[in-house]
């Protein structure tokens, strides 16, 4: 065993969209406290979602003691914090005083979409595209950034003064744990940092040209380090113990499933669902909608580059059975329904409810049922529910095969939908590839502390995580190709009559 | 033949004049429908409400139909949402005993696998969900069978024998569920299968009826002393793990 002896633990603070989390791992990887605050969600303006990044500063203060309390032990027996936080959402503040300047523009907020749409008549897709790695999109930090410049009063003045910081969520929490006001470090993982529009994905700078065309002066940006920084120590909170890792949660999660050799992959499943394909050293450039990513950088060593695709509805479709529909008491009964039937009854749902993310981009496409016949029953409804997950699983995973050239040989999936067996048996079948859930079910904070302990030494390499990590169960596919390919076909049609709805 | 009883006719028709009724009632008007005295009708609906059958609004004094009706047409916990609320808790119960953790439900004269989690050592193993274990001759198999109301009687066939140690006469297998009653676990090593076996907690929703039971299983050198009585870590995780589960179930989330 390596680290420090007497300290027994590393502490991982998930910061997300709905809660914040501080859990404990040891040094098994296995968890040995919990604590978790929800922050409140502000709604100003239809499509506008915003945090008080002070709010969930004070959530952070609270919880993290508690955790290490639970666990019996003393700030001192931590051996690092590692921190994954909600990726895109966007803080300012005042380094004098440590207030922020502005609300928090989290990644669901829709206002910069008009700004980047400017940016793109303006012809500048390609340009960003080249450097960043990222087609334009109101989705990343960097757009919210200049749309706070350009509305916020006095904003870009005392930006440019040096008297406005900017920061994604870790480099807020970061900037307070090491001092704020008092010398806190003004840093920004470099996994953050790819998501901002802002950054050269290959040198892991800001670049200039791209600060530039979205007006942001350089002087309001964090320094970009490592995943493993290095970040400095705790001067409140756990003072004394070391930042050791920050990353984004989704690459957290692409950690914590210990995806670290080029062709593995992670898919979590929430309201909606994230894929992560380690691409290992080489940036992907996709052809097919997907977006290529730092997946980690551990400090000295080459940084590690990952393909990302982004589901807009899976989890969120059942609730939408549930709570509009009331076909469901529960969420999980979807399975219940669903096993009154056979097959899908030749029903398909398209769930486009907000247009189609990856692999297709279609912000025209609008939710639809296909194929219903005086035959098709509420179970079949449930089966296509579920199949919708599925199929869109398939397209972001076809659409890697086809972008890396990497064939996936089996899918790590985590997220409250893994408890569906009949769901995890249908993504293995059309994926044609075995799905896997391991036994530590809190891959997000896994992944910060894994990050936290290689940084400071807790851990000493990636293959000694990869001993942590336990099956607890695998899916293999059973399906007939031939009825594979059918159903696929099936579905596809189904996508193509959900494109270009646009009702007057 | 036996005549009809009074009482349960006049309860049941205070039933469906609730069920019939929107808005609530007051106790006048359930008493003037019906044609009965009030203190006769407030008796039958202070019974219904003490059931659950009904419900009396805190604040405007009237009656509605209770949850309690609702839930009697549910049949235990529905499988999914019991995996749903488990699978955090037998993850960890797997992680902390290397073993592997079965949840089952009975159906019919067996212990069906609803959630499987493998043995954390890496080797290749297959999911189980959906297998059927015998009652008698499974830890899990006699949590569930302790835990109900009617005990070993409720079964039908005869008590096959699968090895040499399972428990083929009634009343040995009446012992062994007064000892699980009162020990909270029902440990079976090598009774089903040789050399493997488990130790089983009922899990308790509403209540407290039994609505499956919760199991370690593995090979008997894993879970059993030399003696072939179950480790206390062993026991101690698996009552732990089915206590934790069952206050989840009957919380509302």
């Known amino acids: ?504 | 033949m036996p005549g009809r009883i009074q009482s349960l006719e006049r309860g049941a028709a205070v039933l469906s004049l609730l069920g019939g009724a929107s808005p609530d009632l007051s106790l006048a008007e359930v008493a003037d429908a019906l044609g009965l005295p009030r203190p006769t009708t407030h008796g039958l609906l202070a019974t219904l409400v003490h059931v659950g059958f009904v419900q009396q609004d805190g604040r405007s004094r009237r009656y509605r139909l209770g949850a309690g009706l609702t839930s009697l047409q549910q049949h235990g916990v529905d499988r999914h949402d019991l995996r749903s609320t488990a699978t955090s808790w037998c993850d960890s119960l797997a992680a902390r005993t290397r073993a592997e953790v079965l949840v089952c439900v009975r159906t019919g004269d067996a212990a069906e696998v609803v959630h499987h989690v493998f043995r954390p050592d890496g080797s290749e193993q297959r999911l189980r969900v959906g297998e059927l274990l015998p009652l008698h001759a499974t830890g899990v198999g006699r949590a569930l069978l302790a835990a109900s109301t009617t005990g070993h009687r409720a079964l039908t066939g005869p008590l096959t024998a699968y090895t040499a140690r399972t428990p083929t006469a009634s009343t040995r297998l009446a012992g062994l569920l007064d000892r699980a009653r009162a020990a909270g676990f029902a440990a079976a090593p090598g009774e089903h299968v040789p050399e493997v076996g488990d130790v089983g907690a009922a899990l308790r929703g509403v209540g407290g009826l039994p609505v499956g039971a919760v199991a370690c299983a593995g090979h008997v050198d894993t879970l059993f002393g030399p003696d072939g009585v179950a480790r206390p870590e062993v026991a101690q995780a698996v009552t732990a793990t089915a206590a934790a589960i069952s206050r989840a179930l009957v919380t509302p989330r």
Not at chain 1, 126 to 141: D, H, I, M, N
Not at chain 1, 370 to 381: A, E, F, I
Request: hydrophobic content about 40%; aromatic content about 8%; some cysteine.
């Open chain 1, 1 to 504: 065993m390596t680290g420090t002896p007497g300290r027994s633990v590393v502490a991982a603070i998930d910061q997300g969209t709905t809660s914040t989390r501080c859990l404990l791992f040891d040094h098994d990887g296995q968890m040995v406290s919990l604590t978790q605050r929800e922050h409140r969600q502000h709604y100003p303006r239809p499509g506008w979602v915003e945090h008080d990044a002070e709010e969930i500063w004070r959530v952070v203060e609270r919880i993290v003691p508690e955790a290490v309390r639970q666990a019996g032990l003393e700030p001192a027996q931590v051996a690092g914090l590692g921190i994954a936080n909600q990726r895109e959402t966007t803080v300012v503040w005042d380094p004098a005083t440590g207030r922020v300047l502005a609300p928090a523009i989290t990644w669901q907020d829709t206002r910069a979409d008009e700004l980047v749409a400017g940016l793109v008549a303006d012809g500048h897709a390609e340009e960003f595209r080249r450097r960043s790695g990222l087609t334009p999109a109101g989705y990343f930090a960097g757009p919210r950034l200049r749309w706070l410049l350009d509305h916020v009063p006095g904003l870009r003045e005392r930006a440019g003064q040096g008297r406005a910081l900017f920061g994604t969520m870790e480099s807020w929490l970061i900037w307070q744990l090491t001092g704020g006001p008092e010398g806190g470090r003004h840093v920004t993982d470099v996994t953050n940092a790819s998501r901002t529009m802002m950054m050269d994905l290959r040198t892991h700078t800001w670049d200039p040209v791209l600060l530039d065309l979205l007006e942001v002066p350089p002087a309001v940006l964090p320094e970009i380090v490592p995943t493993t920084g290095p970040f400095g120590a705790c001067r409140t909170v756990l003072p004394g113990v070391a930042i050791g890792g920050a990353i984004g949660d989704q690459q957290a999660a692409l950690v914590g499933q210990t995806c670290f050799a080029p062709g593995e992959a992670k898919c979590t499943y929430g309201t909606g669902a994230f894929v992560l394909l380690n691409t290992g050293e080489r940036i992907v450039d996709s052809h097919h909608g997907l977006i290529p990513t730092v997946a980690y950088h551990l400090r000295d060593q080459q940084p590690v580059y990952a393909l990302e695709g982004s589901i807009a509805v899976t989890g969120s479709l059942v609730q939408w059975f549930r709570d509009a529909l009331e076909m469901i008491p529960t969420a999980p009964q979807i399975e219940t329904l669903a096993r009154t039937v056979e097959d899908n009854g030749g029903c398909y749902i398209v769930p486009a409810f907000s247009g189609l993310y990856a692999p297709r981009w279609r912000a025209d496409a609008r939710g639809i049922v296909v194929g219903l016949t005086s035959y098709v029953r509420r179970g079949h409804l449930a089966r296509a529910v579920l199949e919708a997950t599925g199929w869109q699983t398939w397209e972001v995973v076809r659409a890697m095969d086809a972008d890396s050239g990497i064939p996936l040989a089996a899918l790590k999936v985590d997220g409250g939908m893994t408890a569906n067996h009949l769901l995890m048996q249908f993504v293995a079948d059309v994926l044609d590839v075995p799905v896997e859930r391991p036994l530590v079910s809190e891959t997000v904070s896994l992944g910060a502390a894994y990050a936290a302990g290689l940084g400071i030494g807790f851990w000493a390499d990636l293959e000694g995580l990869r001993r942590n990590w336990h099956r607890a169960a695998r899916w293999t596919p059973t399906i007939d190709p031939e009825h594979r390919a059918r159903e696929a076909a099936n579905w596809s049609d189904a996508v193509n009559r959900a494109l270009g709805w646009s009702p007057r």
